[in-house]
């Protein structure tokens, strides 16, 4: 499979199989975030999961995906799997993903994404606060992070993923998110 079908596997991935997991979950309260985790040979899924926090606020999407497959009898191994999160991952997912021992991590939507059109500042902010960054390293022992947006960018033909890009993001931007209690900083 060249780098073109399996970004494009991708996209569907998100469209056909995170995303209507994603939907229902919004209607119950929960955020917008999901994962896929992938075979890389076929690009189909292994398991997809989506945001909980109704039920546990650090139930994220990639936590949600991650928790789905440590609960499968029988599975392959993370290090020959790749990672996919809607929303470049947080400090605790991106920490959880290299606990789990996966080394190849995507995602579709970026921090900026995350703040400006989901009004998600949290995750960077912790970033910040905790860490003093502005984020994991795309390249580091444990993973490599890569940015679907940009691969698509600077692919050959980036108009191919165009029409499916934006249902994608028109959907997203559909979702109407519960207004959440988060635990708010020491300044209030
Ligand atoms: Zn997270």
């Known amino acids: 499979m060249n780098s073109e079908e399996k970004i494009e596997r991708m996209l569907d991935i998100i469209r056909d199989e995170i995303l209507p997991l994603t939907e229902c979950e919004v209607k119950r309260g929960n955020h917008v ?25 650090l139930i994220h999407g990639e936590i949600d995906t991650l928790t789905r497959f440590f609960k499968l009898p029988v599975r392959p191994k993370a290090d020959e799997l790749i990672f996919l999160a809607t929303h470049d991952p947080c400090s605790m997912c991106a920490s959880a993903i290299a606990w789990a021992g996966f080394r190849e991590i995507w995602y579709l939507f970026d921090y900026a ?23 994991v390293k795309s390249e580091n022992k444990f993973f ?28 997203y931007a559909a979702l109407e998110v519960a ?10």
């Open 179 to 188: 207004k959440f209690d988060y635990p708010g900083t020491l300044d209030g």
């Open 113 to 135: 994404d995350v703040v400006e059109r989901f009004g998600m500042s949290v995750d960077l902010e912790i970033y910040r606060e905790l860490f003093g960054t502005n984020g």
């Open 33 to 57: 975030f999901g994962g896929a985790i992938i075979r890389p040979d076929t690009m189909t899924t292994v398991i997809v999961g989506s945001n909980n926090r109704m039920e546990n606020p």
């Open 144 to 171: 490599k992070k890569y940015s679907a947006r940009k691969a698509i960018e600077e692919s050959s033909d980036p108009d191919r993923y165009a029409e499916e890009l934006e249902e994608i993001e028109k959907r």
